[in-house]
C-alpha cells in the first residue's frame, strides 16, 4: 500500500492561480510512484470566490480536499492545515507550497525521491547555487539576502541560504514533534519560526535550487506588519534558546565586570595610558570569557594543546568584538570628549552585542557538533 503525500496550500484571493495550479500538481502524482498525492487547500473565506474554483475542482480530483476559515496569517492557516493532514489524512510526508504559481509543481517528484532517501527536510532554494529569481529588482533582492543573513547571524540557525523559502518537503513524524502553538502567524516570520523548530527536533536538511518567477496573476500578501514581525522575530528565535542566552549573560557579565576592574586599576592606581590599559583588560576579559565557557561546558579534561588550539578559535570569533569595544573607547573619548570610564563601558556593550552574533553564528554552533 502506498504512503501519502499532502501539499498544504494555504490560499486567499487565488481564484485565478489554482485554476492553474491544481491540474498541474495532479500531472505529477503519476511521476510519484511512492506515495499516493493528494492536496489540502486552507482558504482564508477568500471574496474572490477561490473556495468555489476547488469545489469545482474536488469533482474531477477525489485526492484534493478544502477547509476554510477566517484570515488569521499564513501561520495559522498552515497550522490548521497540518493538523488536519495528520489527523485525518495520515500523511508521510506534508509539503508547504505557495499558490501563485512561484513554486514548480514539476519539482515535487524531486521532493518525494530526497524524502525517501533519508532527508526529513528537503528546501526549495531561490539563493543556493543553481537557484534564481530572474525577476527580482536589485532591492528586493537585497532584501531577501540582507533578511536571510539577519536570520543566520543573529537568529543562530544554520547556515542555510534561503530560511524563508516557502516550498518545503517535510517528514510528518519531524512536525509532530514540533511545537507549533507558539510561533509567529505571518509570512517570513512564521517560515523561519519553523525552520528554527524543525531543525531544533533534528531535522536532516537539504537545499534543491529552484527558479522563482513573479507572480502571474493577484498580488503580493506580503505588509508592513509582515515585515515589521518578521524582525521581532529575529530575536524570539535567539529567545528560545533560553539556557544559551542565560549562559552567554552570565558569562558575559562576568566579562564586563573584569574588563572594567582591570581598565580602573590599571588607569587609576598604575597611571597606565588609557589606550595601554584598554588593551590589557580587553584581552583579559577576552581569556577569562573563554576559561568560564570552557568550564561551564565541562571541558577540564583537554589537554594543553586542545585547550590551546580551541583558545586561538576562541580568538577569532571574539576579536571583531574587541576590536568594536576599542574603537568605541577611542572614538568616544577622542572625537565626543567622554569620561573614558563611560566611553569603555559603552565599548563593552557594544562588544557583547558583536559577541553575541559571533557565537551564535559560530562558536555555539561548533560546540553543538563537536
Known amino acids: 500500500m502506498k504512503q501519502t503525500a499532502c501539499i498544504v496550500l494555504p490560499t486567499y484571493n487565488e481564484a ?3 485554476t492553474l495550479l491544481i491540474p498541474d500538481i495532479f500531472k505529477q502524482a503519476g511521476k510519484i510512484t511512492s506515495h499516493e498525492l493528494h492536496v489540502l487547500v486552507v482558504d482564508d473565506s477568500s471574496p474572490d470566490g477561490t473556495a468555489d474554483v476547488i469545489r469545482q475542482f474536488q469533482a474531477e480530483y477525489p ?3 478544502l477547509i476554510t476559515g477566517k484570515k488569521e496569517g499564513l501561520g495559522e492557516a498552515y497550522k490548521r492545515g497540518m493538523k488536519y493532514v495528520m489527523d485525518n489524512l495520515g ?3 506534508i509539503f508547504e507550497m ?8 514539476a519539482l515535487l517528484p524531486l521532493f518525494v525521491t530526497l524524502s525517501n532517501y533519508g532527508f526529513s527536510l528537503v528546501i526549495g532554494s531561490r539563493f543556493t547555487p543553481g537557484g534564481s529569481t530572474p525577476n527580482f529588482s536589485m532591492y528586493r533582492k537585497f532584501l531577501s539576502l540582507f533578511g536571510n543573513w539577519l536570520i543566520r547571524f543573529f537568529g ?15 517528514k510528518a513524524d519531524l512536525i509532530a514533534k514540533c511545537d507549533l502553538n507558539n510561533l509567529s502567524t505571518r509570512g517570513y516570520s512564521f517560515q523561519t519560526s519553523l525552520l528554527f523548530e524543525l531543525l531544533r527536533n533534528g531535522a536532516k536538511v537539504l537545499e534543491i535550487p529552484i527558479t522563482f518567477p513573479d507572480r502571474r496573476h493577484g498580488s503580493s500578501k506580503l505588509a508592513f506588519q509582515d515585515q515589521f514581525e518578521f524582525m521581532v522575530n529575529i530575536v524570539k528565535l535567539r529567545f528560545r534558546k533560553y539556557f544559551e542566552f542565560i549562559k552567554y549573560g552570565i558569562i558575559g557579565s562576568i566579562g564586563l565586570f573584569i574588563n572594567l576592574g582591570i581598565y580602573i586599576f590599571l588607569t587609576r592606581y598604575i597611571h597606565w595610558p588609557f589606550e595601554g590599559a584598554a588593551a590589557i583588560a580587553i584581552g583579559t576579559s577576552v581569556i577569562s570569557n573563554f576559561l568560564l565557557s570552557n568550564l561551564w561546558n565541562l571541558r577540564t579534561e583537554e589537554g594543553p594543546l586542545r585547550l590551546f588550539y580551541r583558545l586561538v578559535k576562541y580568538h577569532k570569533i571574539a576579536f571583531p568584538g574587541a576590536a568594536v569595544n576599542f574603537a568605541v573607547l577611542l572614538a568616544a573619548v577622542y572625537e565626543l570628549q567622554m569620561y573614558d570610564i563611560y566611553a569603555n563601558l559603552i565599548g563593552i556593550l557594544c562588544s557583547i552585542i558583536v559577541n553575541y552574533g559571533m557565537n551564535a553564528f559560530f562558536s ?3 560546540l553543538e557538533t563537536e
Not at 156 to 170: E, F, K, N, V
Request: one cysteine or more; glycine letters at 6%.
Open 364 to 366: 555555539w554552533r561548533e
Open 156 to 170: 543562530g540557525l544554520p547556515r542555510l541560504r534561503d530560511c524563508t523559502s516557502g516550498y518545503r518537503c517535510i
Open 16 to 18: 485565478e492561480n489554482v
Open 98 to 105: 505557495d499558490a501563485d504559481l512561484q513554486h514548480d509543481p
Open 91 to 93: 500523511s508521510d510526508i
Open 63 to 65: 485526492n484534493l480536499h
